[in-house]
């Protein structure tokens, strides 16, 4: 079986290439993924860890209580859920408590339960198996062994919808569209004090189709952006003002680089940053559209400074880890 990567919310592993995202929802602290292909759904949740961590035995018998009453409530009768230990193992070098449901003689249900005290979570990743048993249990070893819950420093990696990037993990997925036609992801931070705001704010969009949706200006990406896009942008990012616009050639493709500053407020005075990069993909017949803001407003007697070396870093790095083409 062939093996393709998959990056969510901290979260990086290797799944068969057949496995699609059917549902998730959360943010990197707090959350859940569903995959799904023939034969086989996998199913991860997390939530974040305690100072003093349950022990995983107790979180696990809170899982089963979960699964038997969501049974009962779709079957409309007693359930007697059984469950048998299973091998404890190592997952991204954590000692994972290991258990298999017993829901149908046709299934293979294991369940693994561990604390990640490097991204501060405790995890649960429930596999439900129709596979012939070996390829079950390879598909699932594969997996496991190839799962990363946490990443070397404040960068993690996003793999999924046939692209992928780095953002730091403080910047938490805050609303996503994923439908066929249009994608986008929105991520955000906010660090609110006594007397300054800050906060930066992602989106990452693309059209697919675009040759065909935008016939007539897929090739020419300022006049796309102009009028396209750039009304539902400023719907959305209310107070968006670009100074600047030039062509780039970057990620191997030509980009439309949109920059600005923008300052605004009397009493709080706020100042924005924003940046834009648009342009076509010929390989995802997709365009794909980035745009960063960056926000500081503090009262006007107190000075406002944009931490524009960290602004610079984090789009320097999602700029060089951009693949917009798999
Ligand atoms: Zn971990
Ligand atoms: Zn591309």
Redesign the pocket.
Same mark, same amino acid.
């Given at each position: 079986m062939k093996f393709k990567e998959f990056g969510w919310n901290g979260f990086l592993l290797e799944i068969p290439e057949g496995m699609r995202l059917t549902s998730e929802g959360g943010n990197i602290s707090s959350g859940y993924i569903r995959l799904e292909m023939e034969g086989l759904v996998a199913e991860v949740k997390w939530d974040p860890l305690d100072k003093k961590a349950m022990p995983l035995a107790k979180v696990a018998d809170l899982f089963i209580k979960n699964v038997r009453e969501n049974l009962e409530k779709k079957l409309k009768k007693k359930v007697d859920l059984k469950v048998e230990s299973g091998e404890n193992i190592f997952v991204? $070098? @954590?000692g994972a408590y290991s258990m298999i449901l017993k829901t149908g003689a046709e299934f293979w249900e294991p369940v693994y339960i561990w604390n /990640?005290e490097? $991204?501060k979570r405790i995890i649960i990743v429930h596999f439900i198996s129709l596979l012939p048993k070996d390829t079950g249990q390879e598909v699932v070893r594969h997996m496991l062994e190839s799962l990363? /819950? @946490?990443q070397d420093g404040d960068f993690v990696t996003w793999s999924a919808l046939n692209l992928r990037f780095n953002i730091p993990s403080s910047l938490l997925l805050s609303d996503r569209k994923i439908v066929v036609g249009r994608t986008y992801l929105t991520f955000e931070e906010r660090k609110p004090s006594m007397l300054a705001e800050m906060g930066r704010s992602l989106t990452i969009e693309f059209f697919s189709m675009a040759n065909i949706i935008y016939e007539d200006t897929y090739k020419k990406i300022d006049e796309w952006f102009q009028s396209k896009y750039w009304k539902d942008l400023k719907k959305r990012y209310k107070h968006i003002s670009f100074q600047t616009s030039e062509m780039e050639r970057v990620m191997r493709h030509n980009v439309l680089h949109k920059r600005g500053v923008r300052k605004l407020g009397l009493v709080n005075r706020r100042t924005m940053l924003c940046e834009n990069l648009t342009w076509y993909c010929s390989k995802s017949n997709r365009i794909y559209s980035v745009t960063y803001t960056s926000y500081v407003s503090r009262p006007f007697f107190l000075k406002r400074m944009l931490n524009e070396e960290e602004d610079k870093r984090i789009l320097q790095s999602l700029i060089s880890s951009f693949r917009c083409h798999i």
């Open positions: 991204s $070098s @954590h /990640c490097k $991204s990363r /819950c @946490h």
